[in-house]
């Protein structure tokens, strides 16, 4: 579930079957782990060392890549604990 906290060194997921497809199967979903996993990481720690009384905005919206890459950066900076987005 989005938002949810995991661990270092600890598996979210097995994927099992012929050696292709799992390749195939691997990159798509680290891909949609990674990405949203360090954002939201690197916002948690900048809101922690923010600390709560701070507001905390991103503005990547207008400098990110890919058709939907500044809204994806906004959503898990808001799962990080920003305030808000440009």
């Known amino acids: ?9 600890e598996p979210l997921l097995r994927i099992e079957g012929p050696l292709a497809l799992a390749q195939l199967l691997e990159t798509t979903l680290l891909t949609l782990v990674n990405y949203p996993s360090l954002v939201a990481t690197n916002a948690a720690r900048m809101r ?3 600390g709560k009384d701070k ?3 991103e503005f990547g919206l207008r400098r990110a890549q ?3 890459g500044g ?4 959503k ?6 920003f305030d808000g987005t440009s």
């Open 48 to 50: 922690l060392a923010a």
């Open 76 to 81: 898990y900076c808001m799962i990080g604990g």
């Open 1 to 9: 579930r989005e938002g949810t906290v995991v661990f270092p060194r």
């Open 55 to 57: 507001k905390l905005v």
């Open 71 to 74: 809204f994806s950066a906004s």
């Open 66 to 68: 890919g058709a939907d």
